[in-house]
């Protein structure tokens, strides 16, 4: 078996952070680990990941893979699985990821683990760990089948440089423009100056307390301070406030960052699903009573309003 292999994906020409987080863990499962990107003209990203734990990098580079497309994605990769059999693969709990790693498992008629926060890898068995009942439970999932296919949710593992040999492995590109059938018409990446919601390490929300796109303001100054990405409440989305792209949440985003501010937001179990394993979170509401403080490692009764300046200036100092 050819030991565990990493997906890399892309975001905006960048290498996202959470494969140097799954390079990083699946050096401790004691095996080969290898990074895999598919795209156009990636060769020179290749080096990066030698540093995070890559013993080999497969780089498949066609202008087939300029723009990320179920169909050859998954034919590339069932074919250099194939041929190279690997005995795990990982990808990041994207959407993208999620779309990629269900319709290989189908096509190989391989077992699937979502949206993992643990992971133990042996040949030939996974042992996954995964958070049910909106966060309440943890769950062990077991996976034996050929390849051990999972996703991986972003902030859960540790990075830690531990150099890898690195070598470039360039396999043949069996994927053609027959094997996509979805079009890219138009894409539109957001362009903001603040991290990504998924991979910021300090996200500060705002909820129903906000009381409308003033309130959502003054959480932006809050965050822009901290350096953070903005999110919300799914009250504050529905009311228009911010764009679903920001919403945090069971029907949203899930985030893990080392602080989460949560300011207005009451705490619906669907909200806590997507930051409840946040290391460090922070309320700012009202109410006392707030379920939201049930999880808070601290916790403000006040109005955000009056708190949130405050604190700015406090920063600012």
């Not at 290898?34 to 990098?57: H, N, P, R, T, W």
């Not at 043949?172 to 894409?187: G, K, L, M, P």
């Not at 932006?220 to 799914?234: F, M, N």
């Not at 945090?248 to 394993?277: D, E, F, R, W």
């Amino acid at each position: 078996m050819a030991g565990t292999w990493v997906f890399v994906e892309q975001r905006d020409g960048n290498v996202r952070k959470v494969t140097y987080e799954m390079l990083s863990e699946a050096k401790k499962f004691g095996d080969e680990v290898c990074a895999v990107i598919f795209g156009k003209d990636v060769e020179g990203l290749a080096s990066q990941f030698s540093k995070y734990g890559a013993d080999k990098v497969y780089v498949a580079d066609a202008d087939v893979f300029a723009q990320y497309n179920t169909g050859a994605f998954v034919a590339q990769m069932a074919a250099m699985i194939n041929e190279y059999k690997p005995n795990a693969v990982l990808f990041a709990h994207t959407f993208n990821g999620r779309d990629f790693a269900s319709r290989l498992a189908q096509k190989l008629e391989a077992g699937l683990a979502t949206d993992v926060i643990g992971a133990e890898i042996s040949e030939g068995k996974g042992v996954f760990t995964r958070a049910i009942y909106a966060g309440k439970a943890l769950a062990k999932v077991e996976i034996t089948s050929q390849p051990i296919l999972a996703t991986v949710r972003a902030g859960v593992f540790e990075v830690k440089e531990n150099a890898g040999a690195g070598e470039v492995i360039k396999p043949a590109v069996v994927a053609t423009e027959a094997d996509v059938y979805q079009n890219i018409i138009e894409f539109k990446p957001t362009v903001s100056a603040r991290p990504e919601l998924t991979e910021a390490d300090v996200v500060v929300s705002g909820g129903r307390g906000c009381k409308g796109p003033e309130g959502i303001k003054v959480v932006e100054q809050l965050a822009d301070l901290l350096g953070a990405a903005v999110g919300g409440s799914r009250a504050a989305i529905d009311s228009g406030w911010l764009g679903h792209e920001y919403q945090v949440g069971q029907t949203g985003k899930v985030v893990n960052p080392n602080l989460y501010v949560a300011c207005g937001i009451s705490g619906a179990i669907q909200h806590l699903a997507g930051m409840s394993s946040s290391k460090f979170i922070t309320a700012i509401n009202t109410d006392p009573e707030a379920p939201i403080f049930n999880v808070a490692d601290f916790g403000v009764v006040g109005d955000l309003f009056k708190v949130i300046p405050l604190l700015c200036e406090e920063l600012k100092k």
